[in-house]
């Protein structure tokens, strides 16, 4: 039986995108595109054989040079398509330039549909059913305090994905979710960097600058990798739910996927919401602001009346 074509973006040297494509190269039954926005950090890939492509998902033009790649390379059709590519953020929502959050919003949510758009027409194509598989996270369904800009941008993919399945549904092309927990990989060291700023520190004209010590070590999210699950043990997880005759709609993996899926759907809102201010140590904000003093915290960051 002829190998499945399948496309992965953001598979860039010690991320997600490289270790599921390692997994799939390995599986053996998938002919795999890794993409990257910067074809030399598929160096990692390209040691098994795995087949590159350069492709900036925040780019139409490389978008649409890369659809015709594939499409000259696959005979006019792809079988599945990841959309990987994308980007952590750490920072109080007050604190955070409208700008920078446009930029997030571009790459974890603009990005992923506008390629879907374009290479839809080669999934439809496909002879065996086509496959979108969207990268989103369990923060689209529980995020924790100062987390919540780059929750925001999953809750939005993962409307997204939930309409594209129903809509594309009569087209017989099949949509997965990856609710994926924490996995090791780069992006704690790339937190906000693909959206254009370096990891953030709390500012010093923050409601927040007295708990700065705690807030810029939780903003690197090396807090939470403690807990993360090998990315290859990750990958060989999503390998086998997506490679199934009838994959799931989700598939959840990772660290804390199990008790996110069991609080969310069996506890009480207020111990959700508890877990999550736990996860940020929110009491230590708390005690930090009320030991600085509250008035003082808003009149440095605002001024006096």
């Not at 002919?31 to 998902?57: H, M, Q, W």
Request: overall charge positive; hydrophobic content about 45%.
């Amino acid at each position: 039986m002829a190998k499945l074509s399948i496309l992965i973006t953001g598979c860039s040297d010690g991320g997600l995108g490289s270790a599921l494509a390692l997994a799939l190269h390995a599986h053996g039954g998938y002919r795999v595109f890794a993409t990257a926005r910067n074809p030399s950090k598929l160096k990692d890939v390209k040691a098994v054989g795995i087949e590159t492509l350069s492709l900036d998902v925040l780019s139409d033009e490389s978008i649409e040079k890369s659809v015709a790649e594939v499409r000259g390379l696959s005979g006019g059709s792809l079988d599945v398509l990841v959309n990987n590519a994308g980007s952590g953020y750490s920072g109080a929502l007050i604190d955070t330039p409208v700008a920078e959050a446009r930029k997030l919003f571009d790459l974890n949510v603009w990005a992923n549909l506008a390629t879907v758009q374009a290479f839809l027409p080669l999934l439809l194509k496909s002879s065996r059913g086509g496959m979108i598989v969207n990268h989103t996270s369990l923060a689209s369904l529980a995020t924790p305090p100062f987390l919540g800009l780059y929750g925001a941008s999953k809750v939005a993919m993962a409307k997204l994905t939930a309409n594209l399945r129903t809509e594309l549904s009569p087209f017989g092309v099949k949509v997965v979710e990856l609710k994926s927990g924490n996995v090791t990989s780069n992006i704690s060291a790339n937190l906000g960097t693909n959206a254009g700023t370096p990891s953030p520190q709390v500012p010093k004209k923050s409601l927040y600058y007295a708990a700065r010590d705690w807030l810029n070590e939780f903003y690197t999210g090396k807090p939470l990798d403690g807990q993360a699950i090998p990315s290859d043990v990750w990958a060989k997880k999503v390998v086998a739910a997506i490679s199934k005759r009838s994959p799931p709609e989700e598939v959840w993996a990772g660290a804390f996927a199990t008790t996110v899926w069991f609080a969310i759907n069996y506890f009480p809102k207020s111990i959700v919401d508890k877990m999550l201010r736990d996860a940020a140590k929110f009491d230590v904000v708390e005690k930090n602001i009320r030991e600085y003093g509250k008035e003082k915290a808003i009149a440095d960051a605002y001024g006096k009346e």
